[in-house]
């Protein structure tokens, strides 16, 4: 004898397939906390350009103002960058201190985890001049980065 579904038991399995589909395609995006320093002091930044590879993906942001133009500050310099969830699970940060003319005051490397739905957090510590790229000391190895990777 072959069993029969019934209309009654045909709505709940076809909604809960559709409800796992949907819940898997809109995963929620991470958040990520990047805090900028600086090892020693620098002055006259006018704004932060930021790089970051997820992935295969690479975006380019300006991050503006910086208090004072100083680096280090009284309070950590921070600011958020939400990425879509699949991605990838990792961001590699190239950011630079530029001046009001558009000139590199500093620059600096980092990497950070990313989590979907969480808030996860980043370092970048900016060194004078441009690091990484241009003969200085590679930290990162991605091709976002002037040829550099990322060590273990």
Same mark, same amino acid.
């Given at each position: 004898?072959? $069993? ?9 399995l076809? $909604? ?7 819940? $898997? =395609? ?11 320093? @600086?090892a020693? %002091?620098?002055g ?19 991050? @503006? %103002? ?8 009284? /309070?950590?310099?921070?600011? &958020?960058?939400?990425?879509? /969830? &699949?991605?990838?699970?990792?961001? =590699?940060?190239?950011?630079? /201190?530029?001046?009001? &003319?558009?000139?590199?005051? !500093?620059?600096?490397? !980092?990497?950070? %985890?990313?989590?979907?739905? #969480?808030?996860?957090? @980043?370092?970048?510590?900016?060194? #004078?001049?441009?690091? &990484? ?20």
């Open positions: 004898m072959r $069993a029969r579904v019934t209309r009654r038991w045909r709505w709940p076809w $909604a809960t397939i559709a409800c796992a589909t949907l819940a $898997a =395609a809109c995963q929620p995006d991470g958040l990520l906390v990047v805090e900028v320093d @600086a020693t %002091p620098l006259g930044i006018a704004r932060l350009h930021v790089r970051g590879r997820v992935g295969q993906t690479m975006r380019e942001h300006e991050v @503006a %103002p910086v208090l004072d133009g100083n680096l280090p500050g009284a /309070a950590p310099f921070t600011f &958020g960058m939400y990425i879509p /969830a &699949g991605l990838g699970d990792t961001i =590699a940060l190239r950011v630079e /201190a530029r001046d009001a &003319g558009g000139g590199i005051v !500093g620059s600096g490397l !980092g990497a950070g %985890p990313i989590k979907r739905g #969480a808030r996860t957090d @980043a370092l970048v510590t900016l060194q #004078a001049g441009d690091v &990484g790229g241009n003969g200085g000391p590679c930290l990162i190895d991605t091709s976002a980065f002037d040829q550099c990777t990322l060590v273990p």
